[in-house]
């Protein structure tokens, strides 16, 4: 038993020895790592400005950036920690909490209407019910496939009654045009070129099933270090500020990763962008807490998880309300929202 115990001791301690010092609650910040991603223009401004930079040069802290192509990979690589900060949608955070990833959703980056069902041009599906036997590309564990799921739920169907064809975005956009799949699980702004460029269709549209766009953190990493998420935070509400009043910024540097056209990011940011919002509260736990009741009714979420009490511990609304607040306004009194094609939405305050 001696023998045994100094062996567990032993490894315990070479165990100890090999954890990254991150891992170290009283460890000092040496990095920051965060998502960027073209589902969330704010997230390239804020890049593409070194704002993150700017904030942390002062503490020797740098700022590594890793690109996330879709909800699910932001999640894998906040499970992994590989990053400590991750775009998603608000649904899909949910899930991924569910499942065991242990995140905390703490702002607003944009209210998008970045899902729709997708049809080629010339395809014979006019409603959701058409897509019976089907095959659908759909990325899994992201707001489209969430959206799509609730879809066929809408009508009395479920994922086996298509033929699901588990592709990245891009991917998926791709196999459409090809014509290897008959319908798609859309995001923008790959939607947007599949309109455009290839005459694709957006037969299913509901904006209200589109939940949120949000920022999570790991929870251990807000645990840790609250004051540096306060920062990023702080910082990142810059540059949605800054987005809001700078369009044409926004779009070149939009343009320069993506090398999409003009038109195809005028429809995806400012016909289907919204970022007026910031601080996470009520109207994101009401979203997102209805995708996970209709999940659970259409038997993706196991009828023995309490969602309402997932949703709770997942939204952290802990971030000074004087810091973030919801009503957004410019110093020169007029709110502005990216809604109306060409220019700026405005109206005055009252």
Request: zero cysteines; aromatic letters at 6%.
């Amino acid at each position: 038993m001696l023998k045994l115990s100094r062996r567990a001791f032993a490894a315990g301690v070479a165990a100890a020895t090999l954890l990254p010092a991150a891992a170290l609650a009283t460890d000092p910040v040496k990095e920051v790592r965060i998502d960027w991603a073209t589902y969330n223009p704010v997230s390239m401004v804020l890049k593409d400005k070194g704002l993150l930079e700017k904030e942390f040069e002062k503490d020797g802290i740098k700022v590594r950036w890793v690109q996330s192509a879709g909800s699910n990979k932001a999640l894998e690589f906040l499970n992994a920690g590989s990053i400590d900060f991750g775009s998603t949608a608000g649904s899909a955070a949910l899930v991924a909490r569910i499942n065991g990833n242990p995140i905390k959703s703490v702002y607003v980056y944009s209210r998008p209407e970045w899902t729709a069902l997708v049809a080629a041009k010339d395809a014979k599906i006019e409603k959701i019910e058409d897509l019976k036997g089907q095959r659908v590309a759909v990325t899994r564990g992201t707001d489209p496939h969430i959206f799509l799921v609730r879809a066929l739920q809408s009508v009395g169907l479920s994922e086996k009654d298509i033929k699901p064809v588990l592709l990245q975005h891009p991917d998926g956009a791709t196999a459409l045009a090809r014509g290897d799949v008959q319908a798609w699980a859309g995001l923008d702004p790959m939607m947007a070129a599949a309109e455009i460029e290839n005459g694709a269709r957006l037969f299913y549209r509901n904006k209200d099933a589109n939940t949120w766009g949000i920022l999570n953190v790991r929870e251990q990493f807000l645990k840790d270090h609250p004051e540096i998420v306060q920062r990023v935070l702080k910082v990142y509400e810059e540059a949605r500020k800054y987005s809001l009043a700078n369009y044409d910024e926004v779009k070149k540097t939009f343009i320069a990763v993506t090398k999409l056209p003009d038109n195809v990011v005028d429809k995806q940011l400012k016909e289907r962008t919204e970022l007026t919002h910031s601080k996470i509260g009520a109207p994101q736990r009401e979203s997102i807490l209805a995708a996970g009741l209709a999940l659970q009714q259409a038997g993706v979420i196991a009828t023995t998880v309490d969602v309402k009490a997932t949703v709770d511990a997942l939204i952290d609304d802990s971030v000074p309300a004087d810091q973030l607040r919801s009503d957004r306004f410019h110093n020169d009194g007029v709110r502005r929202t990216w809604r109306m094609p060409g220019f700026f939405q405005s109206q005055g305050v009252s």
